[in-house]
């Protein structure tokens, strides 16, 4: 078993924790940049750069004009950050994929022995059917 650095917050689940000793550093990395592209701070980062890039662009602010209408650099820029981010998503969704398998799988091995032990004590209180047909014939009268 390799050893890595310590994990990101509490990971309480055995199934958490298998994942992420086991986790190589690409796939750490591609779960840290997939929560990043998946928060409001990274979103208010990109349109706050964006808005600044056009203001400097379009209306040439600080006597800069490095990217005129149509703005093609900032559409390569774009186009480049997207080429990698999809990919990384999508290992990080296949990662939580794993991971959510892993755990249904944990969940439903301990629901069978929890229903294993729950069998075993009411079979231990269990009373034999006669003994409550007996117990109601004294307490209620016949009816016939």
């Known amino acids: 078993m390799r050893k890595h650095h310590a994990p990101p917050g509490p990971l309480f689940s055995p199934v958490n924790i298998h994942h992420y000793e086991h986790a190589t ?4 990395a591609a ?3 997939a929560a990043g592209f998946g928060s409001w701070r990274y ?3 990109q349109t706050a750069g964006v808005t600044v890039w056009l203001a400097i662009n379009a209306v040439g602010l600080f006597a800069l004009h490095w990217d005129p209408y149509p ?3 900032l559409n390569l820029i774009f186009s480049t950050q997207a080429s ?3 990919p ?3 290992l990080a969704q296949n990662r939580q994929a794993d991971r959510d398998r892993m755990k249904a799988e944990h969940d439903y091995r301990v629901n069978e ?3 294993a032990k729950i069998d075993l004590l009411l079979s231990q209180f269990k009373v034999p059917q006669d003994v409550i047909d007996a ?3 004294r307490v209620e009268p016949d009816v016939s």
Do not use: P
């Not at 550093?25 to 750490?28: A, D, N, P, V």
């Open 25 to 28: 550093l690409g796939e750490r």
């Open 31 to 33: 779960d840290r940049v």
């Open 43 to 45: 979103l208010g980062y």
């Open 71 to 73: 703005f093609i650099l």
């Open 84 to 86: 990698y981010a999809a």
């Open 88 to 90: 990384l998503i999508l």
């Open 113 to 115: 022995r929890a229903e």
């Open 135 to 137: 117990a109601l014939r």
